[in-house]
């Protein structure tokens, strides 16, 4: 599984993090960090993080 | 068995309830009912990036920038585009199209949403705006320039966020406003005056506890005139005065509680029907984070969180199989940009009778404020103004803590 997140886009709401803390996380600047390569596994809260991206900045990809 | 599931609105609560069909492992036909002429899109930036937007995009550019992405396992759901429902009956399983089709289904997703209130006065129509649809923006835009005077009427979320956008693009802003300061409601009186207070010192204006009485001026409105008797010159005029939801191709089944939205049960279930679940700001639901009284809940997050509750419950309604019996509690939570300002929500502050201002200064919310709301000495909602997102997990943990 592959995932990208606009960055041009992406505002730091945080909701992402939320859904899927072991990929997504806020930094102590509050910005965004995420690994791009998440194991299968993780999927199901992988898309929920994109699903609940106020500006849908979060594609995932097989 | 290959049950055609009929989902009634093409917005972000229609466009979910498909993807969490598929997901619930529903593989018969789905067919996605909606008035819009374009596929679901995510409507929130309407009113501040796509408004404040300076270049000349076009509709389909516009469309683009914030339709949803299709899943691949809603690349067979059939989009009716452009055709709206005018009556169904459940209890037959037929519904009727303002094209004067009859379709036939076996399972139902009610998810035909809000459209806006629209203030009952006297005066011209043109230059009255509205924004909730794509197509209200490419109006709007059309006719909105720097230097203008904007009166919005109701100081809501919605209200507030246009304000603001169109203060950034040059506008000269008054917020109209009948009962107290902006977004009381759910913020509180002392936090909301806070805000006024803010967005005052950044050039808005606020006339509170005043109505419009009625438009003035020739073909368009010119004049906008105050309950009080005092009056604004106006080049436009947004009005942001709440939703009404979108029942009445519904009127007909006289089992169904639609006297505010659709009433569902903890399950998304329609009460009153039997193969029915309804999904997004038109299902009034009991949540038992807080209590069991059916509400309807007007925030972005709640089509998705529904949506996926009201697929699994639809699932097992039309296969015979076993629905979750967990109790169903999302935690509500909604944000809002404002200028310089950030507001994330979690839980239901409305329902408070306790305010606290826990951290910050209330005349530097920039620096970050965290307001939290009791109701009976228990915890039920906080309000976070500009604090670092980093906190936010625990600050929704504790209202996830709420659940019984």
Redesign the interface.
């Known amino acids: 599984m592959h995932v990208t997140v606009d960055m041009n886009l992406c ?5 992402c ?2 859904a899927s ?1 072991a990929v997504f996380q ?3 600047d ?1 910005k965004l960090e995420y690994n791009g390569n998440p194991d299968d596994s993780l999927r199901d809260e992988v898309e929920e993080a994109a ?2 991206c ?3 900045a979060i ?1 995932v990809e097989d | 068995m290959s049950a055609h599931v009929a989902v009634v609105g093409g917005s972000l609560a229609g466009l979910r309830a498909a993807e969490q069909l598929r997901s619930a492992g529903h593989e018969g036909p789905i067919t996605v009912f909606s008035e819009e002429a374009h596929l679901p899109y995510n409507r929130p930036p309407l009113s501040k990036e796509l408004l404040a937007d300076e270049g000349e995009p076009t509709a389909d550019d516009l469309h683009a920038r914030v339709a949803f992405r299709r899943r691949k396992s809603t690349e067979d759901v059939d989009f009716q585009l452009g055709v709206g429902v005018e009556q169904a009956d459940l209890a037959a399983g037929t519904l009727q199209t303002y094209d004067g089709q009859t379709h036939e289904f076996d399972g139902l997703v009610v998810a035909t949403g809000l459209r806006p209130r629209r203030l009952r006065v006297t005066g011209p129509e043109e230059g009255r705006h509205v924004l909730r649809t794509l197509e209200d923006l490419i109006r709007l835009r059309g006719q909105v320039r720097p230097g203008q005077d904007v009166v919005v009427v109701g100081a809501g979320f919605i209200g507030c966020e246009t304000a603001a956008t169109l203060l950034k693009k040059g506008c000269s802003v008054t917020l109209v406003e009948p009962t107290g300061a902006p977004m009381n409601r759910v913020l509180g009186v002392e936090l909301a005056d806070a805000v006024q207070r803010h967005h005052e010192a950044a050039g808005m204006r606020f006339v509170i506890d005043d109505g419009v009485h009625g438009y003035g001026g020739g073909d368009a409105v010119a004049e906008v005139q105050l309950a009080s008797g005092g009056s604004l010159t106006v080049d436009l005029v947004i009005e942001s005065v709440g939703s009404v939801p979108n029942v009445e191709w519904l009127e007909g089944n006289t089992s169904l509680d639609l006297s505010d939205g659709v009433l569902t049960d903890n399950s998304m279930g329609v009460v009153g029907a039997d193969r029915a679940v309804a999904v997004g700001d038109i299902a009034r639901f009991p949540n038992p984070l807080f209590d069991d009284v059916p509400r309807r809940v007007e925030h972005w997050s709640i089509p998705t969180d529904t949506a996926k509750r009201a697929a699994q419950s639809l699932q097992a309604m039309l296969s015979g199989g076993q629905a979750p019996d967990a109790p169903f509690a999302p935690i509500p939570s909604f944000w809002s940009d404002q200028l310089d300002l950030r507001f994330q929500s979690f839980g239901s502050p409305s329902l408070a009778d306790e305010i606290r201002i826990d951290e910050g200064n209330l005349d530097a919310l920039t620096d970050g404020v965290l307001a939290t709301y009791l109701r009976d000495g228990r915890l039920v909602g906080s309000v976070a103004v500009n604090l670092d997102p980093a906190r936010q997990r625990r600050l929704r943990d504790d209202i996830a803590a709420l659940a019984p």
């Open positions: 505002q730091d709401h945080g909701q993090a939320i803390p806020m930094n102590d509050g699903d609940v106020p500006v849908q594609l």
